[in-house]
């Protein structure tokens, strides 16, 4: 039998569904997989063994398909820490709405995947677990925050998995590791059971081995949500009946702003070449501007930060998680739970974000941000009355080493520089497999569509993933 861990989930389906294949029989070649490779990239914080327990569901839509999950999303009974020792031995008593979806529609969830703590970080480096290693080259960075999820899917060691995206925390690691990220409109899937980093940017998204398994899962995890008053109570479609190959009519708007000096040349003829492809296939290419976009990273670092010491003041040590032993009395014991439990990424995070909000620096920083972003927003409204979607790079390099930009961090952050403002205007946008470095590393197409036209990305990215190969290769582990 051939490799099972290998294929995408709608062709596990159908066998499962015509052949009658055995989910056990997926999961067995799966464990196995997990069991000689993982030793080398370090994708999985956790294996849930019991995953055996096949549901009874046998008509649902992911029906015996095996499924990762980032350590931030909450399973009920399972441990949830964010990649952070804060949250040791933390196990939500409830599940994420995304999760209950998922279980009612048969998945199998396989295990947790290891990410940037709290999502604060573009590489998977600043986990308490050590560094996740990307599968194209073990001495280079998976990308992050859902570094763990990309490269369990890169590396077959699992067929679908879930992100979260909060600045390209799906997408860039998608990029660096050669698979498909989407990133949601924000409201169109429940943040119910995530825990949050910045409440008005994170999204909860899928990342896959192709277009139509994106689209298979969101056809599932997608839709309103009562527990979650940001989730917008809209009809979803089925993603599945958007996968036509036809492009013949949409115009794909250019931004020069995301073709600039310092973006490496290998990524921008790879993109290029991706954007000569859909003009190819019959889409109508058309530059535009998007003149915002030299404040996104500033604007990016007071909002999402802002956010984040807010949501974050909950972690004390008091009801759960991490507690320092050693305490005198109460504040002492706030003290020393939080120095020793969040990392250097998360108190220097902690830091900006508590500043920003502070007395005096309130008008200064964080309202001032909230008004670039809007100016962001209406860029993308005005560019969208000339196009359908927006074309860029996903990130502006390959994957860079381990390590390269650990003591940088204003390098790491201009990582997600082509893909925070997608967060920031609350769009929807996916990146897929364009190129290849000389080195062999993978190089991301980056689309955006309109609010809620995640059916207009999935006809443009599954028209051009059926005219290219690269979503094809494999890294050879």
């Not at 980032?70 to 994420?96: H, M, Q, W």
């Not at 508590?354 to 005096?360: A, D, E, H």
């Amino acid at each position: 039998m051939e490799n099972l861990y290998s294929l995408t989930a709608h062709e596990l389906k159908e066998k499962i569904d015509k052949d009658g294949l055995s989910p056990s029989d997926i999961l067995n070649s799966l464990f196995k997989r997990i069991g000689s490779i993982d030793k080398k990239i370090k994708a999985f914080v956790s294996l849930n063994k019991g995953a055996s327990a096949l549901p009874e569901n046998k008509a649902g839509k992911l029906y015996g398909i095996p499924v990762l999950v980032k350590d931030n999303i909450c399973v009920r009974g399972e441990e949830t820490t964010c990649a952070s020792k804060i949250l040791e031995g933390f196990k939500p008593p409830y599940d994420a709405t995304v999760i209950k979806r998922l279980k009612a529609e048969g998945a199998l969830l396989i295990g947790k995947a290891n990410m940037d703590e709290f999502a604060f970080g573009s590489s998977c480096e600043t986990s308490c677990y050590g560094p996740t290693r990307n599968p194209w080259d073990t001495e280079r960075i998976p990308g992050g925050s859902s570094g763990g999820s990309a490269a369990a899917v890169a590396s077959d060691q699992t067929i679908l998995a879930l992100g979260s995206d909060t600045g390209g925390s799906i997408r860039q690691p998608a990029s660096l590791c050669g698979v498909v990220g989407l990133k949601p409109t924000y409201g169109r899937v429940s943040r119910y059971g995530l825990i949050a980093f910045a409440s008005s940017l994170d999204q909860i998204g899928p990342i896959t081995k192709d277009v139509t398994d994106a689209a298979l899962v969101m056809n599932v995890i997608a839709g309103h949500d009562e527990m979650d008053s940001t989730c917008v109570d809209m009809p979803v479609p089925d993603y599945t009946k958007s996968l036509t190959k036809d492009v013949k009519g949409l115009r794909v708007g250019v931004p020069k702003e995301y073709f600039i000096e310092g973006i490496d040349k290998e990524v921008e003829a790879s993109v290029r070449g991706a954007i000569n492809i859909l003009r190819d296939l019959g889409a109508e290419i058309v530059e535009i501007t998007l003149p915002h976009t030299q404040y996104a990273v500033s604007t990016y670092y007071i909002v999402a930060p802002a956010e984040a010491s807010s949501n974050l003041a909950r972690f004390d040590g008091v009801q759960y998680g991490f507690r320092a032993p050693d305490a005198k009395d109460l504040v002492d014991m706030y003290i020393k739970t939080r120095s020793k439990g969040f990392g250097n990424e998360a108190k220097r995070r902690i830091l900006l974000g508590t500043y920003c909000l502070s007395t005096g620096y309130y008008d200064a920083y964080y309202l001032k941000a909230q008004k670039v972003r809007t100016k962001i927003k209406e860029d993308f409204d005005n560019a969208f009355k000339l196009c359908d979607l927006i074309a860029t790079p996903t990130a502006p390099t390959p994957a860079f080493r381990i390590k390269e930009k650990t003591y940088d961090p204003l390098s790491m952050y201009l990582s997600d520089i082509f893909t925070i403002s997608a967060n920031l205007a609350g769009l929807p946008a996916i990146s897929i497999p364009c190129g290849f470095s000389k080195d062999s590393l993978p190089i991301g197409l980056h689309i955006l569509a309109k609010p809620f036209g995640e059916e207009t990305l999935f006809r443009a990215a599954y028209a051009f993933e059926q005219n290219t190969d690269h979503h094809k290769r494999k890294p050879k582990l």
